[in-house]
């Protein structure tokens, strides 16, 4: 879809987003930015009337990206290809934003299908896509029900997935209200779901419960 060449001094992928320029007065005006990880991806959704969508550009999601953003809107949509495991590989980039008080939300894709498919099928699956967005935690926890799991393993595993982002969480109305939701999944008090979360903030970045 393109050339993913090397920095350069002009060019420099973890602070450039392909389309910003062209996405600023979208992005303000629309209270929200669409994130897409390739520029094909961007373009298309440019051309389905999306205008306030941006692309990362062979690289991750940087702080630096973030703070171009968050100077326009506090909203983020995510829209990946359609699997939990294409917006799991994101987890830096979703903890960065969940830090820095975003508000993240998922759009979901069909599977296996990125944005560039979804659009050339149909742009109005591509806009409902857009409208009909999950919390990235909700989106975590979700994925985690649908194994089926009993309850004791559930709260397990919802421990390992799902406490670091609540932990992310700058905001402390949406962490209480997550941790509530979680403690009436699993049984649990949510004094012993805070204690657990607070663990996790307190463990370095590369471990998790």
Same mark, same amino acid.
């Given at each position: ?92 980039? *979703? ?41 990235? *935690? ?54 012993? *779901? ?16």
């Amino acid at each position: 879809k393109y050339i993913n060449s090397p920095d350069t001094l002009l060019y420099d992928k973890s602070r450039a987003l392909y389309l910003f320029d062209r996405a600023k007065l979208a992005l303000r005006r629309a209270d929200r930015c669409v994130l897409v990880e390739g520029q094909f991806d961007a373009i298309l959704s440019h051309q389905a009337g999306v205008l306030e969508t941006v692309a990362v550009s062979g690289t991750a999601l940087s702080i630096h990206h973030l703070e171009l953003i968050h100077r326009l809107t506090g909203k983020l949509i995510m829209a990946f290809d359609g699997d939990a495991a294409g917006i799991k590989a994101s987890n830096r980039a *979703i903890t960065l934003a969940l830090e820095r008080g975003f508000e993240v939300r998922v759009a979901l894709l069909p599977a296996g299908q990125d944005p560039a498919e979804v659009i050339r099928e149909s742009k109005s699956a591509w806009e409902t896509a857009l409208t009909h967005t999950s919390h990235v *935690i909700d989106f975590f926890i979700e994925t985690v029900k649908r194994r089926g799991l009993e309850r004791r393993e559930l709260a397990h595993q919802i421990e390992r997935e799902v406490y670091p982002y609540l932990a992310a969480l700058a905001n402390p109305i949406d962490q209480a209200y997550f941790i509530r939701s979680v403690a009436e999944l699993t049984g649990l008090p949510e004094g012993t *779901i805070r204690e657990g979360v607070s663990r996790t903030r307190s463990l370095p970045a590369n471990e998790s419960p």
